[in-house]
């Protein structure tokens, strides 16, 4: 999921790719995804600004068809952009550790091949909001070393629209059944909003105007005369040079003469001698 | 309506007619439709020989509301109709065709219509909007729209003195308005407001010229005005209140007396106005009809001097004696009709009534009437004089199914299958395959054969004469091969299933689209106490073709045995071939949602899966084997709602049987995986569509369930512009079903719905406003999987070293890249599709639908998010086009040519055998078959292809071979001797 809407913290991405035909360009101010460690300090030790506010996002997740408890806080700022609108801005996050009544349960969802599902509130000031979003994953995806995942998180403003989880890299099937040496999240996490649709430039009227019916634009670029010519150019050449061996054969057309002569007067030699066998 | 003959041939015109004005072009059609019936036929073959001509065209009206009969002496008898899919129409009465036809708007329904001055048709629309037509052809003459603040019940009324040439009024009363209206122009001449919403019941003129209404102006009082017509002053208002309240429905039994119900619909009010009194006499229903205790509804059927009173098992008719005494004349059991009273020269009035019971009605006709229309719903009655003086009837009914049914002499004169002019779903079935064909039909067949082929020989070497060119062209026309009921070798003839909204499946050839069968389906539950019977969908069931080949294939029919979504389904199962129903039952849960499986059982049934709306999934069909095959794919089957209301999209997967109900093996309980909740003060859902279940993909991305899901800013909901282009936005979202996952998520601002969007194979195609350009735009948006990026050489693809089919896991999220881009396009769209092959690698088209109900099929090239302005040579080579600011339109790439098919609703697209060709069945009013050819047919010849010329070709090449093979041979001897 990483495409050019945000900026990741360690690929700069380049737009210059989609420039042309008018991609996307991030237009919302788009806070920089945070690596985060299990044990990352919260935001409490950061000094606020006064337009930014402090806010905790809960997750809490579930083993297969387990009731939701809490499994983790999300802390970001919340900025005011000029035109009013909210946005959340360095994103960190603490994953609490797991328990061991809840090693248990993602055991037994890792042998059942079930699955693991978190949930976030779908607004992040006053949660639950509405409903919340949900994301599952099988948990047989998860485990390496330790317990790989990866948050995504579409925001609309201070709504979460929705998160996408799962592990960072690809989950093969059929799904192995393997257990994790070290009982501990490593978490990714990406803050992702919308991006903008943006037409390209209109074009000039010529190249509507050189429009051919069946709607090819632009011209084709301009062949080489060789290329363009050379059906013409090979017979033409062709006769040049018969022409030619022609003309220098011209001179020598007494020669021919001659031997023609000399051929009329061996067949009329034979002719005679060809009567004589007949008789 | 089936289109044969000549017809046909002015249907097929050369596209090089379109570049005119469609006026221009109307005049040619309709020339060309008198110049074929009587000059020489012999000059259309060669006009018209490159077209298709395996297109299906066919005109349907709907259910007719109205009817009036045009009794003029001479000339032709016509009625003219209104329909309940907005369409007006005048119809031949011998023999039921169209004479001419107009569909209105989709939200201009038809409220009254009338004939006025014996040529023009007056309707009246949408309450509002009065028309005028010729009533010979057709044409409008003139439309007034009338300034009206509410709507509400509106009727009009022309007075029966009006001539020719003067100019009369015609009094419309609409929105509490009563409007004087020029019958020259259309002009309003005066209008009057009445005071506290008075709805109009009735207008009638004085013998003196005055125009009277009556009407309701509260839900307690009754309002009569006594107005001028010249200028619309009140003359004379009186009002009355009654205690009991009106249930605002009224039948007039005469000028001054009327019956209405009571608020309670429990007592009958005969209101007298005689004497310029307004006096109430009461009288309970449950007296009348004796231990009735139900509510009872009086039918708006016009009589004199008597009025028709419907309780909930009958239809009384009363009489009304010296204006206040009820006398009940007759009593009929449901389920009848009645139609509007005639007067006859004599003072006798006379009425059709029908029912399906014995009656001993005065005069008596019974027709027999095919099982599968069902009851009556209407009969219009008309008179005619028999040739012994005496008076004979004639009457319009309508059916059940909405087909139209001309009755005379106890007989069907003519009927029409109006009920084909609301499908509301369709698919399609394969034909038996040909099998114990007798010698002599072949033989028969050969010499058809080599005749029809010697023929066009001749025709190709410009050897034929006119009558020649006349068989070609009617052998092309009626093709003996086309409506064959056996499968073809291309896969061109097949059977349509369709189902309508009565409630109707209907099986057409798509040969010469004539039905097949047909069944209905209410008389099927009319036992499982199912009042109403709402058609929901139709899907393929079963389709034998490796195992089970001498089954026949079948459908399986979705209905909802009730009004609201939470009603229990029914569903049926129809064998394809006879319209036989195999199984129909009515279900213990409702249906929400129908997701048919990829899975098949032993005799090929495919497996569906019904959700209800307890979110529980139910397995069909329900035997033992359908379990087990479905059971190891549990865990990896997965669905999804789109919650528009509540603003929500959610995934589920299945967990086991279900808990709760006792145990039913075929329950399964659903678990949320997965959810989207859009902000409700930001986003409304508008549009959410996927790709087709049974598309066939060449292109394989790793996300396989792709979901485009359309949400709009609230104040942009309606319609353009309703909202300024700052205050609107369009958010468009690309969703994995499975994983929730969203793939692309971008926003036009100043984009305004209404969103018409098209998924398949690896990309989405969708149309919207873009309110500061003021034009439609079309997008494309395609996804690309990384992870199969490195397939790309074609040393891996033949060692096998790809990774094409190992299984991955739809919860690993590879990285996708999403490439799109926008273009301008002309046309509003009513509905869009895209052509489906057999095995998906031709190139695709998309099928527009477009305001002007004609069918465009647009290239998907023109729509490559990698289109550039100038694109490299190799890019070239791939066949991209140079970007261009909007999307071009090329007359000749209608697939409709010159028709129009009327109220186009939906397109629905299926393979053929051919990999080349796709169906298209484009339907609305109309109905529309045809095939396309994306990539043209490089894998067949034409049908015009002459296999005679070319054997002929062959043997002159062969005999010329031997011929100058033995004269070289001679030549060389005569040599060899000299």
């Known amino acids: 999921m990483f495409s050019s809407a945000f900026q990741s913290d360690e690929l700069i991405q380049d737009d210059e790719e989609f420039g042309l035909e008018g991609g996307r360009i991030p237009d919302r101010e788009i806070s920089t995804p945070v690596r985060a460690a299990p044990r990352v ?25 387990s009731d939701f408890s809490p499994a983790g806080i999300f802390t970001a700022r919340l900025k005011s952009s000029n035109h009013g609108g909210q946005t959340l801005t360095k994103l960190r996050f603490k994953r609490d550790a797991l328990t061991d009544l809840e090693k248990k349960a993602f055991e037994r969802i890792l042998r059942n091949d079930d699955f693991y599902t978190i949930r976030l509130p779908s607004n992040v000031l006053n949660p639950p909001g509405r409903e919340y ?18 948050f995504v998180i579409n925001m609309e403003g201070v709504n979460i629209l929705s998160v996408t989880y799962g592990s960072t890299r690809m989950c093969q099937y059929p799904r192995l059944l393997e257990y994790p040496t070290k009982w501990v999240f490593n978490s990714r996490t990406v803050l992702k909003s919308g991006e903008l649709a943006q037409r390209r430039p209109t074009f000039a009227e010529e190249v509507l105007a050189a429009e051919s019916a069946e709607g090819e634009g632009v011209k084709p670029p301009e062949k080489s005369f060789w290329a363009k010519y050379w059906m013409y150019l090979i017979p033409l050449g062709l006769i040049v040079m018969n022409a030619i061996t022609q003309a220098m054969n011209l001179p020598e057309e007494p020669a021919a003469g001659q031997t023609a002569s000399q051929t009329q007067q061996q067949g009329a030699q034979r002719a005679p001698s060809a009567a004589t066998r007949r008789r | 309506m089936i289109y044969t003959g000549k017809s046909t041939v002015y249907n097929k015109h050369p596209s090089r007619f379109w570049c005119r004005d469609l006026e221009a072009f109307r005049k040619f059609r309709t020339k060309l439709h008198f110049f074929s019936t009587s000059v020489s036929v012999f000059h259309l073959p060669r006009m018209f020989s490159w077209f298709p001509l395996d297109d299906l065209y066919q005109q349907y009206i709907g259910k007719v509301k109205h009817a009036i009969f045009h009794a003029q002496k001479a000339g032709r008898r016509r009625v003219v109709v209104a329909t309940e899919e907005n369409v007006i129409a005048s119809l031949d009465l011998r023999r039921g065709e169209l004479f001419w036809r107009h569909v209105l708007g989709e939200n201009d329904s038809v409220d009254q219509i009338d004939i006025a001055l014996g040529k023009y048709v007056i309707t009246l629309s949408s309450g509002s909007i009065l028309r005028t037509w010729n009533l010979p052809d057709g044409q409008m003459v003139w439309e007034s729209f009338l300034q009206v603040s ?19 009024q015609i009094f419309v009363s609409a929105g509490g308005c009563l409007h004087a209206v020029s019958s020259i122009d259309g002009e309003v001449i005066w209008k ?86 307004i006096r109430f006499h009461q009288t309970h229903i449950s007296d009348l009809a004796e231990g009735y205790s139900g509510t009872a509804a009086i039918l708006p059927q016009k009589f004199t001097g008597m009025f028709a009173l419907e309780l909930d098992s009958l239809i009384m008719l009363m009489k009304v004696e010296s204006g206040r005494d009820l006398e009940i004349i007759e009593k009929i059991p449901h389920p009848a009709s009645i139609s509007d009273s005639l007067f006859l020269a004599n003072g006798q009035q006379a009425f059709a009534m029908v029912k399906h019971e014995e009656t001993n009605n005065i005069l008596k006709e019974s027709i027999n009437l095919d099982s599968q229309r069902g009851s009556v719903q209407k009969v219009f009655l008309n008179n005619y004089v028999k040739t012994d003086k005496s008076h004979g009837f004639r009457a319009l009914v309508v059916m059940e199914d909405h087909s139209l049914l001309l009755v005379q002499q106890g007989e069907i004169v003519w009927s029409r299958e109006d009920g084909l002019a609301s ?36 025709g190709t070497l410009m050897l034929a004469n006119a009558e020649d060119l006349a068989a070609i062209q009617r052998m092309r026309l009626k093709s003996f091969e086309k409506t064959k009921m056996t499968r073809d070798h291309n896969g061109f003839r097949k059977l349509l299933v369709v189902l309508t909204r009565a409630g109707k499946v209907l099986a057409l050839h798509t040969g010469d689209g004539r039905i097949v069968w047909s069944l209905l389906l209410s008389p099927l539950h009319s036992s499982d106490s199912c009042q109403h019977l709402i058609p929901v969908d139709i899907y393929q069931w079963q389709v034998p073709h490796h195992h089970a080949m001498d089954e026949n294939p079948s459908v399986l029919v979705i209905s909802r045995c009730g009004l609201h979504s939470d009603a229990p389904g029914v569903i049926s199962i129809v064998d394809s071939y006879s319209g036989k129903v195999f199984s129909s039952s009515k279900l213990s849960h409702s249906v929400l949602q129908v997701m048919p499986l990829p899975l098949t059982d032993s005799t090929e049934q495919r497996l569906h899966i019904i959700i209800d709306d307890n979110k529980k999934a139910h397995l069909y069909p329900r035997t033992p084997e359908s379990i ?67 598309e066939v993909r060449f292109i394989i991305v790793h996300i396989q369930n792709m979901l485009f899901v359309a949400t709009v800013s609230p104040r942009a909901a309606g319609n353009i512009g309703s909202a300024t282009p700052e205050e609107a936005y369009l958010v468009v979202y690309l969703i994995d079903a499975v994983t929730g996952r969203i793939i692309h998520r971008v926003t036009h601002l100043g984009a305004q719905g209404p969103i018409h969007a098209v998924v398949s194979e690896n990309w989405v195609v969708y149309h919207y406003f873009n309110l500061r350009a003021h034009k439609y735009e079309m997008s494309v948006v395609e996804v690309n999987d990384q992870s199969r990026q490195d397939n790309k050489s074609i040393w891996k693809l033949l060692l096998g070293k790809h990774n094409l089919t190992s299984p991955v896991s739809a919860f690993s999220q590879p990285e996708v890249t999403v490439k799109s881009q926008s273009y301008f396009f002309t046309h509003s769209v009513k509905t ?48 991209i086009i140079p970007l261009t600011d909007s999307l071009p339109i090329i007359p000749q790439s209608y697939v409709t040519h010159s028709l129009q098919v009327e109220g186009l609703r939906g397109i629905a697209t299926m393979p053929a055998k051919l990999e080349s060709t796709s169906l298209v069945f484009a339907y609305g009013v109309d109905l529309f078959f045809t095939r396309v050819a994306p990539s043209r047919t490089y894998d067949s010849l034409t049908e015009d292809f002459s296999y005679a010329l070319l054997l002929i070709t062959i043997v002159v090449l062969v005999a010329s071979i031997f011929v100058t093979w033995a004269l070289s041979e001679k030549k060389e001897l005569e040599e060899k001797w000299r």
């Open chain 2, 628 to 694: 087990n095959i479905f059971r190891p794919e549990l865990p990896n089957t997965y669905w999804y709602s789109v919650e528009a209301v509540k603003g929500a999209i959610k995934g589920y997967s299945f967990r086991g049987n279900c808990i709760d109900t006792d145990e039913d093996d075929y329950c399964f309980d659903t678990r949320e995986l997965w959810s989207i909740i859009f902000p409700s003060d930001s986003e409304k859902i508008t549009g959410a569509t996927t790709r087709k279940y049974n």
């Open chain 2, 832 to 879: 869009m599709a895209v052509t489906s092959t057999a095995k998906g690698i031709t190139s695709k088209q998309l099928l527009i639908g477009t305001i002007g109900d004609q069918v465009l099929a647009l290239d998907k090239r023109y729509l490559d998010p990698r289109r550039t302005p100038d694109p490299s040579p190799s890019e070239r080579e791939e066949g």
């Open chain 1, 133 to 150: 979003v949900i994301s599952s994953v099988r948990a047989r995806c998860l485990p390496r070393e330790s317990l790989d995942e990866h």
């Open chain 2, 192 to 277: 009057r407001e009445f005071t506290d919403s008075l709805e109009i019941q009735k207008l009638f003129q004085t013998p003196y010229g005055d125009i009277t209404a009556i009407g309701f102006s509260s839900s307690s009082q009754i309002d009569i005005y006594q107005l001028s017509a010249k200028n619309g002053d009140i003359l004379v208002h009186k009002s009355a209140s009654f205690p009991g309240g009106f249930s605002r429905e009224a039948s007039f039994v005469s000028g001054d007396v009327f019956v209405t119900l009571d608020a309670t619909r429990y007592i009958l009010v005969l209101v007298n106005l005689n004497g310029g009194e």
């Open chain 1, 41 to 65: 300090k919260t935001s409490g030790d950061v000094s606020s600004p006064t337009d930014a506010k402090s806010v905790q996002i809960t997750l809490e997740h579930a083993f297969g068809d």
């Open chain 2, 150 to 168: 509410a709507s509400s019940m509106s009727l009009f009324f022309v007075p029966a003195s009006i001539e020719v040439g003067t100019d009369q």
């Open chain 2, 423 to 458: 499908i509301i779903a369709s698919t399609t079935s394969e034909l038996p395959v040909e099998k114990g064909v007798s010698v002599a039909k072949v033989e028969h067949s050969i010499f058809e054969w080599i005749k029809g082929h010697l023929l066009k020989v001749k």
